[in-house]
């Protein structure tokens, strides 16, 4: 069964830095991308941001409200990924999720439609 | 970046009768390449995270329910649930994986009249 645990949510003041950490289990984690995909409360998904596989350089991606302050890895012999979000913002506040998209054998590339999802970790930025 | 907006905002349905969800994109997401809508749908109950029902537009995931549809090309899209059940009462999600950044709709609520 394909799992992923997302841990390392709390509170963090305005400015603050936090890293979430994504555990997978039950699929080869090193040939899959993984992204990060966040919810405020009673508002909608917002995508966070990618990376891509040893296979396809690691290469991230990340929204514009984002990029320049969250930064995201992976270490492929602990089957985890990460979030690190630094100059953390109070518009930061969500659920925090990780999930996968499907890998296409036959093309060689990910199909970004998500399946599983984590349960997420909240993010409270508040002073 | 691709705008996705939906509608209704929310709907309230009898059980058993049907619902329609529509969605529509700022721009195509159908690719010449490969002739397929990069369009998937989700379901989020509340406490849960979102589960994916439909992708490529209108292929049903694994284990999905076949009251579950969905239907469009080009930038106008349906997601329909024949007969509505107890359990379908959730937020309903479009996403667009035609380019990056990935966007979501804004969600329609389904309720039970």
């Known amino acids: 069964e394909v799992q992923l645990v997302e841990s390392g949510g709390g509170l963090v003041q305005p400015g603050g830095s936090l890293k979430l950490s994504c555990a997978a289990s039950?699929?080869?984690?090193?040939?899959?991308?993984m992204h990060w995909v966040r919810q405020a409360s009673g508002k909608g998904l917002e995508w966070v941001g990618r990376?891509?596989?040893?296979?396809?350089?690691?290469?991230?991606a990340y929204a514009a409200s984002v990029k320049g302050r969250f930064t995201i890895s992976r270490d492929d012999s602990k089957n985890t990924a990460y979030l690190q979000m630094n100059s953390l913002k109070t518009e930061d506040t969500a659920v925090y999720y990780c999930?996968?998209?499907?890998?296409?054998?036959?093309?060689?590339?990910?199909?970004?439609?998500?399946?599983?999802w984590g349960q997420g970790t909240l993010v409270t930025v508040s002073s | 970046d691709i705008v996705m907006t939906q509608s209704p905002d929310s709907l309230a349905v009898s059980l058993g009768e049907r619902a329609t969800i529509n969605c529509k994109s700022s721009?195509?997401?159908?690719?010449?390449?490969?002739?397929?809508?990069?369009l998937a749908w989700y379901q989020q109950k509340p406490g849960q995270p979102p589960k994916l029902l439909i992708y490529?537009?209108?292929t049903r995931a694994s284990g999905v329910p076949d009251r579950f549809s969905g239907s469009g090309s080009g930038t106008d899209f349906t997601l329909t649930i024949s007969s509505l059940q107890a359990e379908d009462v959730a937020v309903y999600y479009c996403?667009?994986?035609?380019?990056?950044?990935?966007?979501f709709g804004p969600g329609t609520k389904v309720d039970i009249k």
């Open positions: 999930t996968r998209p499907h890998y296409n054998i036959l093309i060689g590339y990910d199909e970004d439609w998500f399946d599983p």
């Open positions: 039950g699929f080869t984690f090193s040939g899959s991308a």
């Open positions: 990376i891509r596989s040893k296979a396809n350089n690691y290469v991230t």
């Open positions: 721009q195509s997401v159908l690719s010449s390449s490969n002739n397929k809508n990069y």
């Open positions: 490529w537009a209108s």
């Open positions: 996403q667009q994986y035609y380019s990056t950044p990935l966007t």
